[in-house]
């Protein structure tokens, strides 16, 4: 079953809701998260999306260039509003379709086909059977990476990992400190060193403390320079050189953490880092504060890297995995409810 027709269960007689099919309370907070979170956003694209609806009098030009402006206010991009758009086109065109439902069911059904283009990407993090698993986490300053570490080290304790956590962005003395802070309210240790000395150093005394403490996870905080890609790019290789000497299989995730707020500034960002270095997930932060949250589609169009963590709020506990189900109905159930009326 695809997940448009697992997402229109829920306005159907097969399903009532889709908050009823969260069987558990963990489902039912995940289900909570997502809605609270992705307000801004749905509020924004649906009030949108409800004028167009509202002066509907049919298909034309001047509807497809409201629809685009839609898709623009949400920040779903440039690139990937063109290519919705085109695809929405082609299917009423082919279908024949005038009806306001049916535009309606048109465009929902569109947007979720091309968020399902390539199901092959997990959002879970990959894991090292051989040794303690590695994840490096890049980012410019700013965009909440430090907490990232924090809160995803919280989580993997949580579910009963040994975490280490590394200071390597020691060019700036207030990620070493706020690294050290989660570390003290977690309980979880923090391998750092002088100030400015060479990340690299410190990587290779954390992979060390991390196989002689037999650590399940080792999570390492990098600069965010990224106006000089070149020396974050050679600084970065660095790291992943010693990781891959001194540790089994080397690294399993590069996180590249973005700001949600920056909207498709964050795009960018991923586009120039992931020329310097080969990135496997991104986290995206601040969701929850943003009505640009269409980014994810943005992102998920022009680039093959899967989003693995959204925050969706202030606790440690809001950074989620990122559910694509859970994100696709909160941003378009107050459309896919005007469907069931």
């Known amino acids: 079953m695809s997940l448009f027709d697992r997402i229109r269960r829920a306005f159907t007689g097969e399903d009532k809701v889709v908050r009823e099919q969260a069987e558990t309370k963990e489902q039912q907070i995940v289900f909570d998260t997502y809605d609270k979170g992705l307000e801004a956003t749905r509020k924004n694209f649906t009030q949108r999306l409800t004028e167009l ?20 206010s949400a920040d779903v991009g440039f690139n990937m509003t063109i290519a919705l758009t085109d695809a929405i086109r082609d299917r009423i065109e082919s279908q024949q379709l005038s009806s306001l439902e049916d ?75 706020q690294l050290n802070v989660w570390g003290e309210r977690l309980n979880i240790p923090v391998i750092q060193g002088v100030a400015q000395a060479d990340p690299a150093s410190v990587v290779y005394e954390a992979v060390q403390a ?22 974050l ?3 970065l290789a660095k790291m992943k050189r010693i990781i891959e000497r001194e540790n089994p299989n080397g690294v399993q995730e590069v996180l590249l953490v973005l700001d949600a707020t920056t909207g498709q500034n964050a795009l960018t960002q991923a586009k120039q880092f992931n020329e310097a270095t080969e990135i496997t997930g991104l986290v ?34 809001d950074l989620q995995v990122f559910d694509p189900e859970q994100y696709m109905y909160s941003l378009i159930s107050d459309v896919l409810m005007t469907l069931s009326d």
């Open 233 to 235: 790019m050679e600084e």
């Open 284 to 317: 995206l932060t601040k969701l929850d504060g943003t009505a640009k949250g269409g980014v994810i589609l943005s992102i998920r169009y022009e680039l093959d890297i899967p989003v693995k963590y959204v925050g969706l709020g202030e606790q440690a506990k």
């Open 53 to 72: 609806f509202t002066s509907f009098d049919g298909v034309d030009d001047e509807f497809y260039d409201q629809l685009e402006e839609a898709f623009i």
């Open 103 to 177: 535009v309606k069911q048109a465009i929902v059904s569109e947007m979720v086909r091309i968020y399902e283009k390539d199901d092959t990407q997990t959002v879970l993090l990959n894991e090292n059977p051989d040794g303690p698993t590695v994840i490096l986490f890049v980012g410019v300053n700013g965009v909440g990476k430090t907490t990232s570490v924090g809160k995803i080290g919280y989580q993997l304790q949580q579910q009963g990992h040994k975490v280490l956590m590394a200071a390597g962005d020691t060019f700036r003395a207030g990620a070493v400190e």
């Open 210 to 231: 991390a196989k002689e403490g037999q650590y399940d996870y080792l999570l390492v905080d990098t600069a965010g320079r990224l106006q000089t890609k070149a020396n």
